[in-house]
């Protein structure tokens, strides 16, 4: 019973990961100053297939997870259920037409840095069950398996390569994803560090 409590536990701090993400990442698009890169692909692929964004994750998320499988990493069931239920939940939140774009530059400005926010904790709570990274983590991971690149050197070529072709695809680059990029690494090592999570682990 103590086993089936433990497991009930991770799958409620992995749903409510999710839930977070999806809330920051929604939040930077409807500031409308610039994404995560990755979120510029997605809304790339979005408006150029008709997709929603939610949808446009999953796509970009099963063909990374894809990609890595081919490449001798086999998925956790936290990376599937990243893929799909982040997709989901930006579909509802989105469709909900709750969240809006404040008409100030400053509530705009505000609502970038809180969506940030919501995503570094959003991903504490997913790494904290230890249910396995997301697609893009587990391909960073077989690339460097199978060459001489640090993992540093792979997940900035990824992060160039996704901002690169999403903006080339329409998808909506600006200094908010400068902001985003600089930031996020600082403020989900922070939130780890007060939660007494080691990521090295």
């Keep these: ?18 839930i977070l993400i999806s ?3 929604t939040s930077s698009l409807h500031a409308e100053l610039g994404v995560h890169s ?5 809304m790339g692929v979005s408006i150029q297939t008709g997709l929603t964004f939610g949808q446009a994750f999953q796509v970009t998320g099963i063909t990374i997870i894809l990609l890595s499988t081919m490449l001798g990493i086999i998925p ?6 990243n893929m799909y ?38 991903t504490y709570f997913y790494l904290k069950p230890g249910l396995g990274g997301g697609p893009k983590d587990s391909l960073m ?9 640090s ?4 997940r900035t070529a990824m992060e160039i390569i996704a901002t690169t072709i999403g903006t080339i695809m329409g998808g909506p680059l600006g200094i908010g994803t400068i902001v985003l990029a600089i930031t996020i690494g600082p ?3 922070g939130v780890c560090h007060i939660a007494d999570l080691n990521l090295k682990a």
């Design 1 to 18: 019973m103590k086993r089936y409590g433990s497991i009930l536990k991770k799958f409620l701090s992995l749903l409510l990961g999710f």
């Design 23 to 25: 809330l920051g990442l």
């Design 38 to 42: 990755w979120s510029i692909l997605h």
């Design 76 to 81: 956790g069931i936290g990376t599937i259920l």
């Design 85 to 122: 239920l982040i997709g989901v939940f930006c579909d509802i939140i989105n469709a909900s037409g709750w969240m809006s774009t404040p008409q100030s530059m400053l509530g705009r400005i505000a609502m970038l840095l809180m969506g940030n926010l919501l995503f570094a904790v959003g």
């Design 141 to 149: 991971l077989a690339i460097s398996q199978r060459s001489k690149y």
């Design 151 to 154: 993992i540093s050197v792979i």
């Design 187 to 189: 403020l989900i090592q």
